[in-house]
């Protein structure tokens, strides 16, 4: 027991000798564009709540009474009790939404993306992966028993090389990222639905940081593409712009949702998400698809803010969403700012390595539908004076 207790103390004072030892903070207030954190009010701009639904009046309203009439949950999986029709309502609200046939709601993106990279594929099939791919799908991939080969970022022609590679397994299966969080730019879709038809292989998106964000009306980037019936399987998140509650999704053809919900282990084997979260969901997807206002919103911040912190002289990673990396590359200037920005009152995520590769870290600001002019400009006065104070801009 002691040596288990030592390994573990030695890992833990490693971190905290790198300065990579994580605090967890405490949330005193709703999740809004100003919280209490820590005890203090800090302006958030380092969270996914994209389209500012996360404290909204009216879903809060909608939650309160499906509480009443569904109860807090189903005290079993899907397999055994089944869903409530509130959860059957928001799974053919996201697949009309996202221009599916169908859609599977799971606990979460995380054990939606488990469950398509492990469902599908076996020890014949291999799995193609962007490097910057999100870490569920990384260990969804590990999780699966097929071969795994990790191409560089969005380039197509390197995918084309390990599609050709590997013409001879049974299924090659493309996954990324429809969105990448780290740097904010979108999968080139076109491309590599091209690439798929020409080697027969099988389209994985993760929408976590589009549904609700980008293409129209906020549908994600097969929507963007005009390229929804070339996606086999869509992955999404209710945890982000649609209400920032929790749970994911899986959007796809009928045979696909049905094998899932047969085969999709992270399905069978753990509880359902409770009524109360579902009800977010499909009071957010209504009130996006009813307010396009908000989403207008969202881009004209992220536009103010990206131009307002290349105005001062940061440096702005080519991001096409409304996440912003301002770039620090230095891993200690960049704890730094993130650290003294907090302490100025603005909650925003510096980044460093391993979590993005070395010489690139960055504060990860991302932009909310909810933010207003002040919020923004009391945020560009304090990147202003920090930035100069420590001879970054
Ligand atoms: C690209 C991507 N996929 C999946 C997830 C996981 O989403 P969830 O919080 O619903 O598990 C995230 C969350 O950060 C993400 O950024």
């Known amino acids: ?39 203090k009010k800090k302006l958030i701009l380092g969270c996914t709540n994209y389209l500012g639904l996360a404290n909204d009046p009216d879903i809060k309203q909608y939650v309160k009474e499906i509480i009443d009439s569904f109860g807090c949950g189903t005290s079993s999986g899907p397999r055994i009790i089944g869903v409530t029709s509130l959860h059957r309502q928001l799974e053919q609200d996201l697949a009309k939404f996202t221009g599916q046939e169908d859609a599977l709601l799971f606990n979460s993106a ?64 493309i ?121 207008e919103q969202l881009w004209e911040n992220a536009h103010y803010l990206k131009s307002g912190l290349s105005k001062l002289g940061y440096q702005i990673h080519p991001s096409q969403t409304p996440i912003v990396p301002v770039m620090i590359h230095d891993d200690t200037a960049c704890l730094k700012l993130g650290q003294q920005l907090y302490e100025e009152g603005v909650f925003v995520q510096p980044y460093i390595y391993p979590v993005v590769p070395r010489g690139t870290a960055r504060i990860r600001v991302i932009l909310s539908a909810a933010h207003t002019r002040e919020d923004l400009d009391y945020a560009l006065s304090a990147f202003e004076r920090l930035g100069r104070a420590n001879g970054l801009i």
Not at 16 to 38: C, F, H, M, P, V
Not at 134 to 153: E, F, K, M, T
Request: aromatic share 8%; proline share 4%; hydrophobic share 40%.
């Open 110 to 173: 995380f054990l939606a993306n488990v469950a398509a990279m492990t469902a599908f594929t076996g020890k014949e099939d291999i799995i193609l992966s962007d490097e910057l791919n999100h870490a569920s799908i990384v260990d969804g991939a590990r999780l699966s028993s097929a071969r795994v080969q990790v191409y560089p970022h969005c380039d197509m022609k390197a995918l084309e090389n390990y599609l050709h590679q590997y013409q001879d397994c049974r299924q090659r299966m």
């Open 1 to 39: 027991m002691s040596e288990f207790l030592d390994l573990i103390d030695e890992q833990i004072e490693q971190l905290k000798n790198d300065n990579k030892y994580a605090e967890r903070k405490i949330l005193g207030s709703a999740q809004d564009t100003w919280a209490e954190l820590d005890g």
């Open 175 to 295: 996954v990324s990222d429809g969105v990448f969080s780290m740097d904010g730019d979108i999968v080139p879709l076109p491309d590599m639905v091209e690439l798929a038809k020409k080697y027969h292989a099988v389209v994985v998106i993760d929408d976590a940081h589009a549904t609700g964000v980008v293409g129209p009306g906020g549908k994600g980037t097969p929507a963007l593409f005009n390229l929804e019936n070339e996606v086999d399987i869509l992955v999404g998140t209710l945890g982000k712009a649609i209400g920032g509650a929790a749970g994911g999704f899986i959007a796809g053809k009928q045979q696909v949702i049905d094998y899932l919900f047969q085969f999709g282990r992270p399905y069978r084997f753990t509880n359902t998400l409770p009524p109360t979260v579902i009800a977010v969901g499909i009071a957010s997807l209504r009130k996006l698809q009813e307010s396009p206002k908000i989403l």
